[in-house]
């Protein structure tokens, strides 16, 4: 067998990183494409290896030579690289696809160590790598038939998204017999190229071949193993955090706040939502007017505030809309002045836009990191600050105040003169939920000095619309907060998400007591995990310790490495001193015994 490497453009999307090599040439994580994927071929005992270059070619050629790891490496030049697509790479190479069994592969590709022994071994003589369709996935696709024969290549012309759940991508790694080749292959390339000239792509013949009665075609689908095709400087980004060193890949991912739907197989429970919310109308709503919403402005802040006020069923006039409660923490942070008391540990957004100095920071004495309004008061009577903070239930500790004690520190922080600031992001969660908020014009106006924050993003898991809101009766804050964000700060689909939820509120209280009847059933599940002790939450999120057999660190590694699912290491948080204490989010049942199950074979090891 042999393996004919298609490398000849120009890789012109990857900027400054092609402007003076080939495409194959980009490193990842610090290896060069080409060299991983020569390293791979080596291990095969392959006759020889056939580059078709043709852009920056001699420096590909000079790079690796005539002999790469006792593999001997045949090149052809495409001279016109330039003018024609990859049809006419593979035409110059007809001559040496015809010799031997061939694999044929794209230089553009990292994948796992294991797809070329999978191709190779199996017993069909040609065959095409293929993966089921996901979002990122971008070329040429397929469908199968039941015995896995390629019944048509897709074009991305032909490409319709109705149909994307029966596609599959081709992986740009094929086998192909020497006879399929002789007899099949190259006569119909050449009859293509003929009729069509070279602007084409070699996967147009092999649909024209699919056609035939007698194909012998076949797709040999993957299951679950890593690939990439690197087109440009974002394809690069994610190829690296994919391929990162087991050192690297937690860091890789964790500095991605986020965006994780590009990494379609991985299971976050990080990201903090509420799983049974939006229902599955409410989102057929929002796909039935997106034309609309996508190509139409906005409103502004005025009308937008009205939506929110209709929404919690509080005064316009009383809060303000942000592009997530991200956006409204730094705008408020940075208009107070003095010091502000903070519970640690905590949702660190709201520290960190203070300078050290201006924190008061009160650590509970506890190992469940519990206190009381009680406690609150206690330890800020003799404090100097001009600011309490309260988050609750908090994060990450899931401790939750009830009502009764929360209006309790509103008086006494009123009487103080101390502004009192409430993040009630999870509160939905907690038992008894709907007496818990404090988003009532008449809680606001009896207390004008405070100031709730809610984001809407964690409670009605619709983290990709970017909402939340502050609301208090100090309406000279509220109107300079107004004026301190742009006034078109969230865009039609979160602005229409608002306009429609009053239809759909009874599916979000159904969706809350779901939410904690689940709760209650995972936290049995993960008490049966021996080295975790669970400390007991009213929010969408466990914080647990890890008492004995693991690190947080080595625990969150694992679980990514092994069973791709990714939790929060609270190791590196304030007050936490690098005790090993994880965050787990709450997601829905199937998930969370995914997780259950990892653990469980964790704590076989």
């Known amino acids: ?24 040439m980009v490193k990842v994580n610090g290896i060069t494409l080409i060299d991983r994927l020569m390293t791979q071929l080596s291990e095969l005992s ?29 090149y052809i030049y495409n001279p016109i690289y330039d003018k024609t697509n990859n049809i006419y790479s593979l035409a110059l190479a007809k001559e040496s696809l015809q010799e ?20 190779i071994d199996n017993p069909y003589p040609d065959i095409a790598l293929v993966d089921k369709y996901e979002s990122w996935m971008d070329g040429t696709m397929v469908t199968l038939d039941e015995e896995n024969n390629i019944e048509n290549f897709v074009s991305k012309k032909a490409f319709k998204y109705s149909d994307a759940h029966n596609y599959y991508k081709t992986v740009n790694i094929y086998k192909f017999s020497k006879e399929f080749s002789k007899h099949k292959y190259v006569p119909f390339l050449d009859a293509y190229c003929k009729a069509l000239g070279h602007n084409e792509y070699y996967e147009q013949v092999l649909k024209v071949i699919s ?13 679950g193993e890593k690939w990439y095709e690197i087109d440009d400087i974002q394809d690069l980004d994610i190829a690296e955090t994919i391929f990162a060193t087991k050192k690297d890949q937690l860091i890789k991912y964790q500095s991605r706040y986020g965006g994780y739907w590009r990494f379609p197989s991985l ?45 919690f069923g509080i005064k316009s006039d009383y809060v303000c809309i942000g592009n997530g409660a991200a956006e409204l923490i730094k705008s408020l942070i940075e208009k107070l002045h003095g010091k502000i008391g903070v519970i640690f540990p905590t949702f660190e957004e709201y520290p960190n836009r203070k300078k050290q100095e201006e924190l008061v920071t009160y650590i509970p004495d506890n190992r469940d990191f519990s206190y009381t309004a009680k406690d609150i008061m206690n330890y800020f009577a003799e404090k100097d600050i001009q600011t309490l903070l309260l988050i609750n239930p908090d994060n990450p500790s899931g401790n939750f105040v009830p009502m009764k004690e929360v209006l309790e520190l509103a008086e006494w922080t009123k009487k103080k003169n101390i502004r009192f ?43 990709g619309l970017r909402l939340g809101i502050l609301a208090s ?72 310790e890890i008492i004995k057999q693991y690190t947080s660190r080595e625990l969150t590694r694992l679980l990514l490495k092994h069973y791709n699912i990714l939790i929060k290491d609270c190791s590196t948080k304030s007050a936490f001193n690098s005790s090993n204490y994880i965050r787990i989010a709450i997601r829905d049942t199937n998930d969370n015994n995914a997780l259950v199950n990892a653990l469980k074979e964790l704590q076989a090891i």
């Open 473 to 544: 009766s100090d309406k000279a804050l509220i109107a300079w907060i107004k004026k301190d964000i742009s006034i078109w700060n969230i865009n039609s689909f979160a602005e229409f998400y608002m306009q429609i939820f009053g239809k759909y509120e009874q599916d979000y209280s159904n969706a809350c007591s779901k939410f904690i009847a689940e709760r209650k059933r995972f936290l049995s599940e993960l008490q049966q995990i021996d080295f975790l002790r669970i400390i007991p939450s009213q929010a969408n999120y466990f914080l647990c």
């Open 211 to 223: 056609r035939l009665d007698d194909t012998h075609l076949k797709a040999l689908p993957l299951n």
């Open 1 to 24: 067998m042999q393996a004919i490497i298609l490398a000849a453009g120009m890789g012109k999307r990857l900027g400054e990183l092609t402007q003076n090599n080939t495409k194959c």
């Open 100 to 119: 031997d069994d061939s694999l044929l592969i794209e230089s553009d590709l990292i994948f796992d160590n294991s797809l070329f022994r999978k191709i």
């Open 267 to 311: 299971l976050d429970f990080c990201y903090l939502v509420n799983p049974y919310f939006p229902p599955k109308k409410m989102k057929e709503e929002l796909k039935a007017n997106f034309d609309i919403l996508l190509t139409e402005y906005p409103s502004g802040m005025k009308i937008n505030s009205l939506l929110a006020g209709k929404y």
């Open 421 to 463: 600031i409430v993040d009630e992001s999870f509160v939905d969660f907690s038992e008894g939920y709907p007496n818990n908020s404090l988003l009532h014009n008449k809680t606001l106006d009896d207390y004008n000095h405070l100031v709730v924050i809610k984001s809407i993003s964690k409670s009605y898991g619709v983290p």
């Open 46 to 74: 392959l006759k020889k290896i056939i580059i078709v270059i043709g852009y920056q070619g001699e420096k590909l050629r000079s790079y690796l030579g005539d002999n790469y790891l006792n593999t001997k490496i045949e």
